[in-house]
Nanobody, 120 residues
Framework: QVQLVESGGGLVQAGGSLRLSCAAS????????MGWYRQSPGKQRELVAT???????HYTDSVKGRFTISRDNAKNTVYLQMNSLKPEDTAVYYC??????????????WGQGTQVTVSS
């Protein structure tokens, strides 16, 4: 099993910054992809950013230039630095981690979610 613990959400004014963290623990061989998704009321969960084990990153267009995803492989932790926040960034943010359980098996795990609220 994989446990994910998220932290760093909160309330911030537009233009402000927040940093999310997600630490993974449990029994697995390695962590492949790590990422952040978000979901606003009435909307589907959407991808925000991902980072592979070798550091390759991907961002949804709406956060490019404002958000930065990074990971610390030694700590099994992924971060999301969010700058120049906008009210439309308001959502519950979920950490997602894909781990390798064996040579042939992987597992997909989700964090509990952390609320980010940006006031105008």
């Amino acid at each position: 099993q994989v446990q994910l613990v998220e932290s760093g959400g909160g309330l911030v004014q537009a233009g402000g910054s927040l940093r999310l963290s997600c630490a993974a623990s449990g029994t697995f061989l390695s962590i492949s992809s790590m990422g952040w998704y978000r979901q606003s009321p009435g909307k589907q969960r959407e991808l925000v950013a991902t980072v592979t084990k070798d550091g390759t990153t991907h961002y949804t267009d709406s956060v490019k230039g404002r958000f930065t995803i990074s990971r610390d492989n030694a700590k099994n932790t992924v971060y999301l630095q969010m700058n120049s926040l906008k009210p439309e960034d308001t959502a519950v943010y979920y950490c997602n981690v894909v781990v390798r359980l064996s040579l042939l098996r992987t597992a997909d795990s989700w964090g509990q979610g952390t609320q980010v609220t940006v006031s105008s």
